[in-house]
């Protein structure tokens, strides 16, 4: 007898947490303005937390500002800076401080991203993208330090499973995620004893995001059915997991990568 594939309903947020366990909490969130990161945002606000989202595009922060305050009750504070900038960054947490007085929570979700092979990589390609996912993940972690101790707080790190193998075209981004993984570890055993967790989200392929819809298996080169859940991840499987590892549920959870992807990675054919 064959059995249907179960396709759960792709939705933004199914959070099983109390509304209010962020009440009086602030989020840090590096690419907050779109996509997973917004997505993430609007999770840990739903429970009552404030934000500041960061990111180099004002007017998109802006809005998306906006969009989020009106849609959670809370506020959200829209600070442009590039994070391969660590002045712009310090102004963007002292900004941060000014409103909220607090820093409880850190997202380091900025990245970026082409497909290109190796042969069509310049140097500066490369470089380019080191900066701002793993260099721009440390200035993140530098600048807001000194605030997550102060609340005992956490950081989640989004990192992605495509380091895990050899993935074409994606080599500056395996080595930049593969070092934002290191990092994580350690921040998690030296901040530790400071009261402070440090974790990883590693998402899958999640509809709806910039990365697939620009750089995606498109026409051929899709797979038939590469979901074992038998469907695409949703922002709100990410938002979802956000809000565990910042929640008390998660408190000696620290140093671990959880990946979001629906068991993909694990996925192989015969041939
Ligand atoms: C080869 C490329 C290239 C491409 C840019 N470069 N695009 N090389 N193929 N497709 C080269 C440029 O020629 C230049 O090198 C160097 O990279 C820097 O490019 P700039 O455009 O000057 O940099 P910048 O304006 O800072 O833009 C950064 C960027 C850009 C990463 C290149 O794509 C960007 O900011 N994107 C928006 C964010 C983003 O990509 N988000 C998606 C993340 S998704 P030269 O030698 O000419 O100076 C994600 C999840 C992955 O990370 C999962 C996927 C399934």
Do not use: W
């Amino acid at each position: 007898m064959s059995v249907a594939p179960y396709v759960a309903p792709a939705v933004v947020s199914t959070s099983v947490f109390k509304d209010d366990i962020f009440k009086g909490k602030v989020l840090f969130c590096t690419g907050g303005g779109s996509g997973i990161c917004r997505g993430m945002t609007e999770a840990i606000m739903r429970h009552g937390a404030c934000a500041a989202i960061v990111g180099r595009k004002l007017e998109r922060l802006t809005q998306a500002a906006k969009e989020l305050s009106a849609a959670t009750g809370q506020k959200c504070l829209p600070c442009q800076a590039d994070v391969r900038q660590p002045n712009s960054l310090r102004d963007a947490v002292a900004k941060t401080i000014e409103a909220f007085g607090r820093i409880d929570f850190v997202i380091c979700g900025a990245a970026g991203n082409f497909l290109a092979p190796i042969s069509g990589l310049s140097e500066n390609a490369f470089k380019t993208v080191i900066e701002i996912d793993t260099l721009g993940t440390f200035n993140t972690v530098k600048a807001t330090i000194p605030h997550v101790r102060a609340s005992r707080g956490a950081y989640i790190h989004v990192s992605a499973t495509l380091h895990y193998r050899g993935v074409p075209y994606q080599a500056h981004v395996s080595a930049a995620k593969a070092g934002v993984d290191a990092l994580s570890n350690v921040i998690a055993v030296e901040e530790g004893p400071h009261g402070v967790r440090s974790n990883v989200i590693a998402p899958g392929a999640i509809a709806g995001t910039e990365g697939v819809d620009r750089l995606g298996p498109k026409g051929d080169n899709k797979r038939d059915n590469p979901y074992p859940l038998g469907r695409m991840g949703a922002i709100g499987d990410v938002a979802n997991a956000a809000v565990f590892l910042f929640s008390p549920a998660a408190a000696y959870v620290s140093g671990q990568v959880l990946p979001v992807d629906g068991a993909q990675e694990h996925l192989r054919s015969f041939i």
